[in-house]
């Protein structure tokens, strides 16, 4: 396997519940390594560009309100494998169907405050990445 980068977003729900650290302790111990972090408070333009792909579905409105209705933890999860990994360790998005110990049954409230966000593939991993932090922002791949 490869190393691999993937986007984690810590939704506003979480945050508030001063859950943060908790997940990015859990993602630590899962053997992520954290190449890239910030703390933002997203304007609902970056929220609209960032969830474009979604413009024409029903949900998009209140999908960037609630993006944008306090502060995200925004950050760069680095190790084999990461996409995939991530998206197991984050769990279903409803969190009364995801597994015991993954971030949404642990943390989400219900399919729309999920907790967490990643990518749901390499490439789209890649653009995510982009999309926050610029180069110089994110550690050099080891």
Request: aromatic letters at 8%; glycine letters at 8%.
């Amino acid at each position: 396997m490869a190393v691999e980068r993937t986007l984690c977003i810590i939704k506003p729900d979480a945050v508030e519940k001063k859950k943060a650290g908790a997940i990015l302790a859990h993602l630590e111990e899962k053997g992520f390594n954290l190449v890239g972090i910030k703390r933002t408070h997203l304007p609902r333009t970056v929220a609209e560009g960032f969830y474009a792909v979604h413009k024409a579905r029903p949900f998009f409105g209140e999908l960037c309100e609630f993006m944008t209705r306090g502060p995200v933890v925004v950050a760069v999860l680095e190790k084999d494998n990461a996409v995939a990994d991530y998206r197991t360790a984050m769990g279903a998005t409803d969190p009364a169907k995801a597994e015991a110990g993954t971030i949404r049954k642990l943390y989400a409230a219900s399919i729309g405050e999920n907790a967490v966000h990643g990518s749901d593939s390499l490439d789209n991993a890649k653009i995510e990445i982009a999309y926050f932090f610029p180069a110089s922002e994110v550690a050099p791949v080891a």
